[in-house]
C-alpha cells in the first residue's frame, strides 16, 4: 500500500515523499529492508526511542506519534495503535476473501498453521504473524491483508473480559471456531463459565452469513449453539453427534506421526499428522472441517495435512544428550495442555522425565491446579523435576518428585539423570522460560 494511502486511512499528516509499503515492523530489533517501522508505546517501553535504530537497519519509513527529526518519510498520528486499527479495518473491509476466526484456550496456533496450510495454494492464504493473537498482534497481521488472498486465518487471545469482542470487531469472520474451553487466565477471567462466555462472542457475526464451528465434545456445545447468529452450524470432535466425528486416535513417538480417522457427509476417511499429540488430531479434524466447507478436495487435503509443519515448542520430537530424547513443550502450559502433553507420553516404554516450569495466572484456583497436575505427572512419569514455589507449596511427596527454585540448579541435576533410554518433556509457562532448559538439551 502506498504511504500516502495510508496518511489518508489514519488520518494522518504524510511528512515526506510516500513510497510503496509492503511489509511492516514494531520491533527496531528485526527490521527488513524496506519495512513501515510503526513506533507503539507502552507502559514500560516507547517505540519513539528506536526510530533511529530502525532507520540505521533499513526501514524505509515510519509511523510516530511524536514529532521527529528524519530524512525518511514518516506519518504522523494521534496514536500509533490507532493507525493499526484503522489500516486493520480498511484492509478488512475491503478483502474479497473469506476470513476464519480461530480461538479456544489450547490450540490456537497449532490450528491456525495446520487450516491455513491446508488453504494454502501458490500463497492464496493469508494468516497470523506467529502468535501474534492480542490487542496489538491481531491488527498487526491485518495490516498486510490483501486481495492476492482468497482465504485469511487470523487467531484470537483473551486474558480479560471484553478482549474477543474487541478483536472480533477488527477481524469480522466469516467463519468462527473455538478449539477448546478449559482453565485458563483465571487471574482476570474468574471461571470457565466465564471463559466460554468470552470466547463465545467469537461466534457472534457481523454478517447474516457466519458459519460456525462448535467443539461437540465441550459442555459449553449447546450455549454457544442457542447463542450464536450463524447461519450454518458445524459440530465436531469425539462425541458420536458431532457433524465431522473424530476416532480412532493413534501416535507414534518413534516416528512423530498421529493418525485419526473422520467421518462426515456419509464419508469415512483417514489421516495422519506430524505430531505426538493426540489433541492436534481434534485440531486437525476442525481444520479438515473448514477445508472441505472452504471446498478443498479431500485428496489434496490430506497431502497437505501429512506434510504440515508445527509451530515450535509444541510437542516438538528432537535428539537430546546422552542419546536420549526431549519432547519441547516449553511454548506455554495451563492445567489442560500440561494433561494433554502428559498423555502423550504416557504409552511411551521409554523412562519418562518430565521437567516441570509453573503454570501462570491461575488465580485462587492455582495451588489445587498444581497439586492435581503434579500427582498425575508423578503417577504418569518416571521422574518429576519442578521448578517454582508453585509446585513447592502442593506438599506433594511422591519418591519420584523434586523441587528447585533455581534453574542451573535444575538443570545440573536433570543431566545427571538422563540416559539414551530417557524420554525428557520440557513444559511451564512462557514467564518460566523453560526453553532455555530445553534448548541446552537439544543436540
Known amino acids: 500500500m502506498e504511504l500516502s494511502m495510508l496518511s489518508t486511512v489514519s488520518n494522518g499528516n504524510l511528512i515526506g515523499n510516500s513510497l510503496d509499503i509492503e511489509n511492516f515492523s514494531l520491533d527496531s530489533r528485526n527490521i527488513k529492508q524496506g519495512d513501515l517501522y510503526i513506533a507503539l508505546q507502552g507502559t514500560n517501553f516507547d517505540g519513539h526511542d528506536f526510530v533511529e535504530e530502525a532507520i540505521s537497519k533499513g526501514a524505509s519509513a515510519a509511523v510516530v506519534h511524536k514529532s521527529i527529526r528524519s530524512d525518511i518519510p514518516h506519518i504522523l498520528v494521534n496514536d500509533t495503535y490507532d493507525f493499526m486499527k484503522s489500516v486493520a479495518l480498511f484492509n478488512r473491509s475491503n478483502f474479497e476473501g473469506k476470513v476464519i476466526g480461530i480461538t479456544g484456550t489450547n490450540g490456537k496456533t497449532s490450528t491456525k498453521q495446520i487450516l491455513s496450510n491446508l488453504l494454502d495454494n501458490n500463497n492464496e492464504c493469508h494468516k497470523t504473524s506467529g502468535n501474534k493473537n492480542n490487542q496489538i498482534g491481531v491488527p ?30 477488527l477481524v469480522k469472520p466469516d467463519i468462527s471456531a473455538i478449539t477448546n474451553v478449559s482453565k485458563g487466565h483465571l487471574a482476570a477471567l474468574k471461571s470457565t463459565d466465564m471463559i466460554a462466555k468470552e470466547k463465545g462472542e467469537i461466534y457472534k457475526f457481523h454478517s447474516d452469513n457466519g458459519v460456525a464451528f462448535l467443539p461437540r465434545d465441550s459442555k459449553y456445545f449447546d450455549y454457544w449453539k442457542s447463542s450464536t447468529n450463524a447461519l450454518e452450524i458445524f459440530s465436531f470432535g469425539l462425541h458420536k453427534s458431532s457433524d465431522f466425528l473424530i476416532s480412532d486416535i493413534k501416535t507414534d513417538i518413534e ?189
Open 140 to 169: 498487526f497481521s491485518l495490516l498486510n491483508l490483501i486481495n492476492q488472498y482468497k482465504f485469511s486465518v487470523i487467531e484470537m487471545g483473551t486474558s480479560e473480559p471484553g478482549e474477543i469482542e474487541v478483536l472480533n470487531g
Open 255 to 443: 516416528s512423530n506421526m498421529t493418525e485419526f480417522c473422520l467421518r462426515f457427509d456419509g464419508l469415512t476417511e483417514n489421516f495422519s499428522i506430524n505430531s505426538i499429540a493426540q489433541h492436534n488430531a481434534i485440531n486437525a479434524g476442525l481444520s479438515v472441517a473448514i477445508a472441505h466447507y472452504c471446498k478443498v478436495p479431500i485428496d489434496i487435503i490430506k497431502q497437505r495435512l501429512q506434510f504440515t509443519e508445527m509451530p515450535e515448542r509444541r510437542l516438538a520430537i528432537s535428539s537430546s544428550i546422552k542419546g536420549s530424547s526431549l519432547i519441547d513443550d516449553s511454548y506455554n502450559s495451563n492445567p489442560a495442555s500440561l494433561r494433554n502433553a502428559l498423555k502423550s507420553i504416557s504409552n511411551s516404554d521409554k523412562r519418562k522425565i518430565c521437567v516441570l516450569g509453573e503454570m501462570k495466572e491461575l488465580g485462587s484456583e492455582s495451588v489445587n491446579m498444581h497439586k492435581e497436575l503434579l500427582s498425575l505427572a508423578a503417577e504418569t512419569a518416571d521422574n518429576v523435576i519442578c521448578l517454582g514455589s508453585e509446585w513447592l507449596n502442593t506438599n506433594v511427596t511422591a519418591k519420584n518428585v523434586k523441587f528447585f527454585e533455581d534453574q542451573d540448579k535444575l538443570y545440573s541435576f536433570l543431566v545427571t539423570s538422563i540416559n539414551a533410554d530417557s524420554l525428557i518433556l520440557i513444559k511451564g509457562s512462557r514467564s518460566t522460560r523453560m526453553d532455555l532448559i530445553a534448548d541446552k538439551l537439544k543436540l
